[in-house]
């Protein structure tokens, strides 16, 4: 146990597993000792590089949150308006830094071009948490005993589910829920989703990785297991009820619960650009394929890849971020990186050899100079049909 300062009291937990059906672990995470801030990633490509992705970001951040704690205690000893901006922007620029490691490393090592990875930190500075995410990992919040998704997954699947060409129930098992239109050290640029918390006494946030949300489409059954028990035996709970439904995934978590919150807002309120009521089936889904997450190519320019939205993040509260600041200061929606005409021609077939539980995607290997010189990076023409490597 312990504290990030004299207003707030946080324990934590962090647990991961390879799964049943992978052979090693691609997922990385990391708990700050003065539980200042928590990081989940879950790589992906071919051979090693999902975890040299994973490893990279969560390294990065790490470093650059360690570098700027003197910022964010400040800003936990007396917030200001300004100051949450501040802690908006630094939070940002850890990611956007983790990314562009990942990336350069990606284009200047062939084995590892198109390596990539999701994304989520949550930092708590005094009462107030800061989450930011990439990808498809999720951060959840459980006040009340009843739990909410925090972020939204940056995927196919929910690019189609926002369109009305998919049903909730019908995402949960598609193969498209495994393609990303936004992630970690793939493409040039990336959209960053962010969301502010003012936390209360006996809350609990959850980031975890696709292998463990996958198999929990009820949210109120994590919150049970989240509630009923200290934070390492919920995890290790959830865990081991994942490998039971299959195990399709490297499974990670990280649980952290406030234990005190002296001087946190009455109303608690979680400030989003978006808000949404998921109405999920019940039960498990019938059928969770082997996850193989890709990205999705990107013909558009960066704009498409993380069109702004037009609320900020924290607009109901008295910190709101001025319109006119530059599009690092606002909440991206990489819900647009895909047009609904390119999406129908999405052959979910197309990556059924992705799905092969002895078999890895090939990593998609970068245009000529004449669309890198475009900014772009794209999949293969042939990736959908490229030969799979076996597993090491």
Do not use: W
Not at 351 to 371: A, G, N, Q, W
Request: aromatic share 2%; with cysteine; net charge negative.
């Amino acid at each position: 146990m312990a504290s990030t300062d004299q207003s707030i009291e946080l324990r934590a937990a962090m647990l991961t597993d390879v799964g049943v059906v992978r052979d090693h672990n691609e997922d990385a995470a990391y708990v700050d000792p003065n539980h200042r801030f928590f990081i989940v990633a879950d790589g992906m490509g071919g051979h090693a590089a999902g975890e040299v992705a994973s490893a990279m970001a969560v390294d990065a951040v790490r470093q650059f949150l360690t570098d700027h704690n003197d910022q964010l205690d400040e800003f936990a000893g007396n917030a200001t308006d300004e100051g949450r901006k501040q802690a908006v922007g630094l939070l940002e620029q850890a990611v956007r830094q983790a990314h562009q490691s990942v990336y350069d490393r990606g284009v200047a090592e062939s084995d590892k071009q198109g390596m990539g990875t999701t994304l989520d930190v949550l930092v708590v500075a005094g009462p107030e948490a800061f989450i930011a995410h990439v990808g498809d990992s999720r951060t959840y919040l459980v006040r009340g005993g009843k739990a909410a998704q925090i972020t939204t997954d940056h995927t196919v699947a929910e690019v189609l589910v926002i369109e009305g060409k998919l049903s909730l129930e019908e995402a949960q098992i598609s193969p498209l829920r495994t393609i990303l239109v936004n992630a970690i050290g793939v493409a040039p640029d990336i959209g960053v989703e962010m969301a502010h918390v003012q936390l209360r006494q006996g809350d609990l946030l959850l980031l975890c990785s696709d292998g463990l949300h996958d198999y929990f489409p009820q949210e109120d059954e994590l919150a049970k297991h989240l509630v009923d028990n200290e934070p390492e035996n919920a995890l290790e709970a959830l865990i081991e009820l994942a490998k039971d439904r299959g195990g399709h995934d490297n499974i990670t978590g990280v649980v952290v619960e406030v234990m005190d919150c002296s001087n946190g807002l009455s109303d608690g309120v979680v400030q989003h650009a978006t808000s949404k009521e998921l109405d999920l089936s019940d039960g498990v889904p019938d059928k969770i394929e082997r996850d193989d997450t890709m990205p999705v190519d990107i013909t558009d320019d960066s704009q498409s890849l993380a069109k702004l939205t037009k609320t900020d993040p924290m607009a109901d509260t008295p910190n709101d971020l001025d319109a006119t600041q530059p599009a690092s200061k606002r909440v991206t929606e990489p819900m647009d990186a895909v047009d609904a005409d390119s999406t129908d021609e999405l052959d979910p077939n197309a990556f059924e050899d992705t799905l092969d539980p002895t078999k890895r995607i090939k990593p998609p290997k970068l245009r000529d100079d004449d669309d890198e010189a475009d900014g772009k990076t794209k999949l293969d023409d042939d990736a959908a049909d490229a030969d799979t490597e076996d597993a090491d």
